[in-house]
């Protein structure tokens, strides 16, 4: 079993819709959890982070965590088509060395 | 504003050749790593370092080696090319510390062994 698992999707919305993305994790020692957008043939790029449990906005974009759980959330509000991207769940117990731990990547495709 | 430079984009390589990938960056950062990603697999790191001159085994180091000779430049090497080795290389870096360890990608290298 994978230490972080996450829906490979396609996920496929009309414009204007809610993104919903999750991922779960069995380590509990993570404490860092982080979401990385990546578009085709491109390096992933940060686009939320969050440490310990709670939310966080920014923007269209809410990050939930719920280490009780071990599930983490993105929602995606107002979905554009520029949106259409491979989004990554990534975790980090904080150790030396900072190694994140990536889920698998969700497809989103947000259709005009 | 460069940020991570990876050089070369894309290679072909017969099965037993040897090549060198290269990451280079300019945010003046401690930390690097190289991951490999392959669909459905995320992000799998091979190999890291924590500052010039250490390097440390990530989670697939078999087959791969490292050095961080000079703080801005971390080397990937296949001594023996196999098919398994297919993948797309990213090198990432960030500054250290526990404090919002935000890691900087670069491109990607695409590499096909053939």
């Known amino acids: 079993q994978k230490e972080v698992e996450q829906d490979p999707g396609p996920l496929s919305v009309p414009e204007g819709a809610i993104v919903s993305l999750n991922c779960t994790y069995s380590?509990?020692?993570?404490?860092?959890f982080m979401w990385y957008r990546q578009y085709s043939r491109k390096g992933p790029e940060l686009l939320m982070y969050?440490?310990?449990?709670g939310n966080k906005e920014d923007g269209r974009f809410t990050a939930q965590v719920d280490k009780s759980s071990k599930y983490i959330s993105l929602f995606i509000r107002d979905s554009q088509p520029s949106d259409s991207a491979t989004y990554l769940c990534?975790?980090?117990?904080?150790?030396?060395?900072?190694?994140?731990?990536f889920g698998g990547g969700t497809r989103v495709l947000v259709k005009p | 504003n460069a940020g991570v430079t990876q050089t070369p984009k894309f290679r072909v390589l017969k099965t037993g050749q040897s090549m060198t990938l290269l990451c280079a960056q300019d945010m003046n950062h401690e930390y690097m790593y190289w991951y490999r990603q392959d669909p459905g697999m995320g992000l799998r790191l091979i190999h890291y370092?924590?500052?010039?001159?250490?390097?440390a085994k990530g989670e697939v180091p078999d087959g791969y080696n490292v050095s961080r000779l000079k703080k801005q430049n971390f080397l990937l090497g296949l001594e023996s090319a196999a098919p398994s080795q297919t993948s797309v290389y990213f090198c990432?870096?960030?500054?250290?510390?526990?404090?919002?360890?935000?890691?900087?990608f670069g491109a990607g290298t695409r590499l096909s062994v053939l």
């Open positions: 380590n509990s020692a993570f404490q860092y």
């Open positions: 990432a870096s960030d500054s250290g510390g526990l404090a919002k360890n935000i890691q900087y």
């Open positions: 990534a975790m980090s117990a904080g150790a030396a060395g900072n190694k994140l731990t």
């Open positions: 370092s924590v500052g010039e001159g250490t390097t």
């Open positions: 969050t440490y310990s449990s």
